[in-house]
């Protein structure tokens, strides 16, 4: 046998094309075979706005023009407090386009943690609906890096305001022509940021690459992921600034879908319309927005005929919304993510040993969050990162891995991934042998009852089964003998009455009689953090000296 040569040792490398996978290719596929499909938006200003993809990709290079002009370079920091509107989405393809960082800020943070997050990003312009200017004139103070600010809208609508050099967006870009191309850069570049909402400590910095977006938007058109065609319409009432519109601003024109965008309207009658004129077939959102959608669908007594696909994620969707849908003849794909994720993590379509199933069998499995698209792994674990059986049962720590998986914070020293490059999320989750995940709660707000876990999401989705109750949390409250014990905390729909024992006989036979909440209080509002998801910080705090009845004994 001959020595192989060194030439030989190495790895032969592909013959392929190198075509940096960066995001302005699928705008640019959009205006090239989709140019004419519509973006509909209700506009900030009021009226219904239509345009297209073709159009959308012109304003988007002057938007990039205009950019350079003004002296952002490749990784400066440009942030958007926008809803979803067009000249968000267009603004977003312009940042990218020149190698800029999109940092899309959550208007309804604590304005403390906006100025704070700004200031960590050091963002050089802030682009941002008329909604948000007095929040952030009342900020502007504190925000050294900021230059300049470019209110979206134009000149007619455009307010008396002091912040610095600000200008209407579109007085902004009818200063540039247009003719301009998009910067090439290497595909690891990274094209925006997005804070996590912080509920304890510091919001940390997630920063995706042209690369994780791009490879992200691929796997969210997997048709059993959120998988959009030419031929649909979607709205996502998800907003651009909650973990990207969970990829829609990208997955939806790369594929030449529709786009109906809902501008600052996200009240169950506001969807409905929109959703009715324009015959959407697909949207995406969190479970409050359902819940708003529903109830004044029922009121009035309407219907969504052209409406196929609910994508429902951010928290856990209840049953009776999943059945609501189902009665209707809506496909209900409960999803899971996170801000770390891009956000897909898992989606809930009917795998075909499930196809066919009915009734509360169906619901069991559409209660799940679904399972994974190609490109994200996962695996759960116990506390010493041992591995744990796929048995729908099992419960643990779920760790993920992935191209559009963060792998490390923004300028934060910190390890986040173990030895095998897994990412704790945070959750904690059951896997069925198909790889449907359950969540069954957070790492925090598990409920540790004498070395056992309590899910609290399982009895918060069983009290809401109750017809009285409009919300439920739960917490652990400190226990001599057990450690923890729930108590379940509920807000009641308005008008309604109920005592502690009528919840309670309600939840009695439906779960394990040791998970049985200890006891039930009563608030007018339970609070939310700017993501929509239960403040159990705050409910901890409010119920801190609070003695169970049990825990006199
Ligand atoms: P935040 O910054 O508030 O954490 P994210 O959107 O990143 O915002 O939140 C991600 C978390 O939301 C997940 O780790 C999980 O706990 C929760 N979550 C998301 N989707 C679901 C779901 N379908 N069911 C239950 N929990 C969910």
Known sequence: MGRRTLKEKQSMRGLMQDWPLLCNRMIDHAAAIHGEREVVTRSVEGPIHRTNYREIRARALKVAQRLERDGIKLG?????????????????????????????????????????????????????????????????????????????????????????????????IGTVDGDFAWKIFDENTAAAMCYTSGTTGDPKGVLYSHRSNVLHALMANNGDALGTKSKDTMLPVVPLFHANSWGIAFSAPSMGTKLVLPGPKLDGASVYELLSTEKVT??????????????????????????????????????????????????????????????????????????????????????????????????ITDDANKDLPWDGTTFGRLKVRGPAVTGAYYRLNEKVLDDNGFFDTGDVATIDKYGYLRITDRSKDVIKSGGEWISSIDLENLAVGHPKVAEAAVIGVAHPKWDERPLLIVQLKQGQTATREEILKFMEGRIAKWWMPDDVQFVDEIPHTATGKIKKTDLRVKFKDYALPTAAA
């Open 76 to 172: 400066d920091r440009v942030a958007t407090l926008g809803w979803n509107t067009w000249r968000h989405l267009e603004s977003w393809y312009g940042i990218m386009g020149i190698g800029a960082i999109c940092h899309t800020v959550n208007p309804r943070l604590f304005p403390d943690q906006i100025a704070w997050i700004i200031n960590h990003a050091e963002d050089r312009i802030v682009m941002v609906d008329l909604t948000f200017v007095p929040l952030l004139e009342a900020l502007a103070a504190k925000l050294p890096t900021v230059e300049r600010y470019i209110i979206y809208t134009d000149k007619a609508h455009m307010p008396e305001t002091k912040l610095k050099n600000a200008v209407s967006y579109e007085e902004w």
């Open 282 to 379: 697909n949207t995406a959102g969190v479970p409050t927005v359902w819940l708003m959608l529903l109830q004044y669908m029922d009121a009035n007594k309407l219907t969504l005929p052209d409406l196929k696909v609910v994508v429902c994620g951010g928290s856990a969707m209840p049953r009776s919304m999943i059945k609501a849908f189902d009665d209707m003849g809506v496909e209900v794909r409960h999803a899971w993510g996170m801000t770390e994720m891009s956000p897909l993590g898992t989606v809930g379509a009917l795998q075909p040993q499930y196809a066919n199933l009915k009734g509360e069998p169906k619901v069991d499995v559409m209660a799940m969050q679904g399972f994974p698209p190609f490109m994200v792994e996962m695996k």
